[in-house]
């Protein structure tokens, strides 16, 4: 079945530096979205990606879709302590459900 | 628009008990999933109603878990008997627009 590998597990950064997370499917993708949890709470829907190559942008952040559609990054400019939580990519094979099969998530710690 | 709502919010139940946990989607749509994440892993597709019914129930883990949508309106997700492995937070969602899916607040389910 499909599998989506994310990388760091965690990242411990300094406010103002910049992070990225990184995810690789196993198999192509229809689409990718990312959520971002904050402590105790719930996926949040950041954005969703379905063209190969397609890059978006949300103030600070960044999102790439790779040319092949099998690997996605999540980029954050000189972060803020807001940015703190669990980053997760999700993909969708396209198979007419909306079945999400996430990545294991980077938790992003921002050190004041 | 009313958002995805759950509870309880937190269950804690001794191994071998029988847990029950709802979820009350937004009306009007007919979609909803069933999510899971076990501590440190991924958020994991359990299963995937249309309306009343089982569109795809190939995520739940063994015969101890049953879910059911009365009606097509809420849902229900109960675990019988508990055992130590279930514990994780259990999130129902609902893809909206273009796919990217709606998360309820989740609950935490601690077995012990």
């Known amino acids: 079945g499909q599998q989506v590998m994310q990388i760091p597990q965690y990242q411990h950064v300094q406010e103002g530096e910049d992070f990225t997370t990184y995810c690789n499917s196993s198999t192509t993708l229809s689409n990718i979205q990312w959520y971002k949890q904050r402590p105790g709470g719930h996926p949040v829907f950041l954005i969703q990606?379905?063209?190969?190559?397609e890059v978006k942008k949300q103030k600070r952040l960044t999102f790439q879709f790779g040319e092949a559609k099998k690997n996605s990054s999540l980029h954050i400019t000189a972060t803020q302590t807001t940015d703190v939580g669990t980053y997760f990519c999700a993909g969708t094979d396209g198979a007419g459900s909306y079945q999400l099969t996430f990545g294991k998530g980077t938790k992003l710690s921002v050190i004041p | 628009e009313a958002g995805v709502t759950q509870f309880p919010s937190h269950s804690v139940i001794e191994k071998g008990q029988t847990v029950t946990l709802r979820c009350d989607p937004i009306?009007?749509?007919?979609?909803l999933y069933w999510y899971r994440r076990v501590m440190g892993k991924e958020i994991k597709f359990l299963l995937h109603?249309?309306?009343?019914?089982?569109?795809?129930e190939s995520g739940m883990p063994n015969n101890r878990f049953l879910a059911e949508r009365t009606g097509g309106t809420y849902s229900t997700l109960k675990v019988q008997p508990a055992e130590l492995e279930d514990s994780g937070v259990y999130f129902c969602?609902?893809?909206?627009?273009?796919?990217?899916?709606?998360f309820g607040p989740g609950t935490r389910l601690t077995v012990t």
């Open positions: 990606l379905v063209k190969s190559g």
């Open positions: 969602a609902q893809p909206r627009g273009s796919g990217e899916q709606y």
């Open positions: 109603f249309v309306k009343e019914s089982k569109q795809d």
């Open positions: 009306s009007g749509h007919d979609n």
